[in-house]
């Protein structure tokens, strides 16, 4: 700005108390001077503008006892007309909080409400409940919305497939089992023990529509039960098998008597004996902590609150789930070393290396099962993942179970029925002797058909287990 004022020269001045005629200064304008004996100043005022020829200062204004502003001349910005706010903070937005600037009362810093957290005054920011997230502006907080697993998510319908094509598999195999019941084949599997088998399959399977269902108490209830009955009665029945077969060719290496409780009777006393243990360690479970259902909010809450998500599902701990799996992968153990025991047992003797390639398979399948379940503990898809491990890892046990133990025998039944006929019987030192010969002289030309001696073992212990304790 130019100030213009005292250094004009002066045509004439007031002199004593004589009154004459103001006079005018240089610029045309009366010569007065204010009550400090100074005379009022004249400003231009300029403006540093900017344009595409030149970069100058412009007159948009003047000061001669006040402002007289040429708006139109002004320019901003890029060009821009219009007046820019003359303010020294602009107003929040919704969501964002004043923090003020020490010293300055009226001015402040805008912060937006982060995470988890909500405006609840023009100055302050709060957290959210646990079990709530703030809503889109952030002025206020919303229920987080629940999910569980869907029938129609890709992380259920896998699973469901392979348990249908098991449950229906299964249900073949039984069938025909009932349908010839009275057939060498059968008889010589051990029709009770192959019944009780079957059903811890079908248990296997099943499973999966609990593990998927909506829970509640009902459904929780359930899965606790039959999540690892199904194993149980599988292994349980194997055990009882590989233990029988391990017993009666040690005990025939000696004397010519037949062990005891090696009768069908005994044999599902053993087996139901090992199912109440879990039966057992289920109903205590029930007495010390009631099923229920919960709803974890920790599992999916990501640093975006927009994706948080509560999990509804039963309170199953990963340690309680081991514990009702733990005794059912105890028996597999078992049945497992008594595979290897009875490994060197002739193949067309009995079903001691079908359960060994069984038991074999399965471990495997367990192996993998454990770094897979615990390794996504903290995965956001945690959820689905150890779900969908769980139910194909109970699938597939119960697939290796029907494939290398029952099919073979469907087979046979349906489509090469003259195998299935009643051999001559011998006595149980006789057949025992035999069944060893043929495994130390190895399979030569004299080999008898499969499952001949087995038959007329199987058939041999029914006959007589009145006679047998």
Not at 303 to 330: F, N
Not at 426 to 437: G, P
């Given at each position: 700005?130019?100030?213009?004022?005292?250094?004009?020269?002066?045509?004439?001045?007031?002199?004593?108390?004589?009154?004459?005629?103001?006079?005018?200064?240089?610029?045309?304008?009366?010569?007065?001077?204010?009550?400090?004996?100074?005379?009022?100043?004249?400003?231009?005022?300029?403006?540093?503008?900017?344009?595409?020829?030149?970069?100058?200062y412009r007159v948009i204004?003047?000061?001669?006892?006040?402002?007289?502003?040429?708006?139109?001349?002004?320019?901003?910005?890029?060009?821009?007309?219009?007046?820019?706010?003359?303010?020294?903070?602009?107003?929040?937005?919704?969501?964002?909080?004043?923090?003020?600037?020490?010293?300055?009362?009226?001015?402040?810093?805008?912060?937006?409400?982060?995470?988890?957290?909500?405006?609840?005054?023009?100055?302050?920011?709060?957290?959210?409940?646990?079990?709530?997230?703030?809503?889109?502006?952030?002025?206020?907080?919303?229920?987080?919305?629940?999910?569980?697993?869907?029938?129609?998510?890709?992380?259920?319908?896998?699973?469901?497939?392979?348990?249908?094509?098991?449950?229906?598999?299964?249900?073949?195999?039984?069938?025909?089992?009932?349908?010839?019941?009275?057939?060498?084949?059968?008889?010589?599997?051990?029709?009770?023990?192959?019944?009780?088998?079957?059903?811890?399959?079908?248990?296997?399977?099943?499973?999966?529509?609990?593990?998927?269902?909506?829970?509640?108490?009902?459904?929780?209830?359930?899965?606790?039960?039959?999540?690892?009955?199904?194993?149980?009665?599988?292994?349980?029945?194997?055990?009882?098998?590989?233990?029988?077969?391990?017993?009666?060719?040690?005990?025939?290496k000696k004397s010519v008597?037949?062990?005891?409780?090696?009768?069908?009777?005994?044999?599902?006393?053993?087996?139901?004996?090992?199912?109440?243990?879990?039966?057992?360690?289920?109903?205590?479970?029930?007495?010390?902590?009631?099923?229920?259902?919960?709803?974890?909010?920790?599992?999916?809450?990501?640093?975006?609150?927009?994706?948080?998500?509560?999990?509804?599902?039963?309170?199953?701990?990963?340690?309680?789930?081991?514990?009702?799996?733990?005794?059912?992968?105890?028996?597999?153990?078992?049945?497992?070393?008594?595979?290897?025991?009875?490994?060197?047992?002739?193949?067309?003797?009995?079903?001691?290396?079908?359960?060994?390639?069984?038991?074999?398979?399965?471990?495997?399948?367990?192996?993998?099962?454990?770094?897979?379940?615990?390794?996504?503990?903290?995965?956001?898809?945690?959820?689905?993942?150890?779900?969908?491990?769980l139910t194909i890892s109970?699938?597939?046990?119960?697939?290796?179970?029907?494939?290398?133990?029952?099919?073979?025998?469907?087979?046979?039944?349906?489509?090469?029925?003259?195998?299935?006929?009643?051999?001559?019987?011998?006595?149980?030192?006789?057949?025992?002797?035999?069944?060893?010969?043929?495994?130390?002289?190895?399979?030569?030309?004299?080999?008898?058909?499969?499952?001949?001696?087995?038959?007329?073992?199987?058939?041999?212990?029914?006959?007589?287990?009145?006679?047998?304790?």
């Open positions: 700005m130019r100030r213009f004022g005292s250094a004009e020269p002066l045509e004439s001045l007031t002199l004593g108390g004589a009154s004459k005629p103001r006079t005018r200064g240089s610029a045309g304008t009366p010569v007065v001077f204010n009550e400090n004996g100074d005379a009022p100043g004249r400003y231009d005022i300029f403006q540093y503008q900017s344009t595409n020829k030149s970069t100058e204004g003047s000061w001669t006892n006040r402002l007289h502003l040429k708006v139109e001349a002004m320019r901003w910005k890029r060009g821009d007309p219009s007046l820019p706010p003359s303010v020294c903070s602009i107003p929040c937005r919704t969501g964002e909080r004043k923090k003020v600037v020490k010293g300055v009362p009226c001015c402040w810093h805008c912060e937006r409400c982060e995470g988890y957290h909500y405006q609840a005054s023009e100055f302050t920011c709060e957290l959210c409940p646990y079990e709530m997230r703030p809503d889109v502006n952030r002025t206020g907080c919303v229920p987080i919305p629940i999910i569980k697993l869907e029938w129609h998510s890709p992380w259920a319908v896998f699973p469901v497939f392979i348990s249908m094509l098991g449950i229906i598999a299964t249900s073949f195999v039984i069938v025909t089992f009932v349908r010839h019941n009275d057939t060498p084949i059968v008889r010589a599997s051990g029709r009770e023990m192959s019944y009780v088998l079957l059903t811890g399959i079908f248990l296997c399977y099943a499973i999966t529509f609990l593990m998927i269902a909506t829970p509640d108490v009902g459904v929780c209830s359930l899965r606790r039960i039959f999540l690892g009955l199904g194993m149980c009665f599988s292994y349980a029945a194997l055990l009882t098998k590989t233990n029988r077969i391990h017993r009666i060719f040690e005990q025939g008597t037949a062990p005891r409780l090696i009768s069908p009777a005994s044999q599902l006393a053993i087996t139901f004996s090992l199912i109440s243990v879990q039966l057992l360690g289920v109903f205590v479970w029930f007495a010390v902590d009631p099923p229920h259902t919960v709803v974890d909010y920790g599992e999916q809450r990501t640093q975006d609150p927009l994706s948080a998500r509560g999990v509804l599902k039963c309170d199953i701990s990963d340690l309680s789930l081991i514990c009702s799996l733990g005794y059912s992968i105890l028996l597999m153990v078992t049945c497992t070393v008594y595979a290897i025991k009875t490994r060197g047992v002739p193949e067309t003797f009995n079903e001691a290396k079908p359960i060994g390639f069984t038991m074999y398979t399965t471990c495997i399948i367990w192996l993998a099962f454990i770094p897979i379940f615990f390794g996504t503990s903290q995965s956001a898809e945690r959820m689905y993942i150890q779900t969908t491990t109970l699938s597939l046990s119960a697939s290796v179970s029907l494939g290398m133990l029952y099919m073979p025998k469907v087979y046979i039944i349906l489509f090469h029925p003259e195998q299935n006929v009643p051999k001559r019987k011998r006595s149980f030192k006789a057949i025992v002797t035999a069944a060893t010969m043929t495994g130390k002289l190895g399979q030569k030309g004299g080999d008898r058909p499969n499952g001949e001696v087995k038959t007329e073992l199987c058939e041999s212990m029914e006959t007589n287990s009145d006679f047998i304790n």
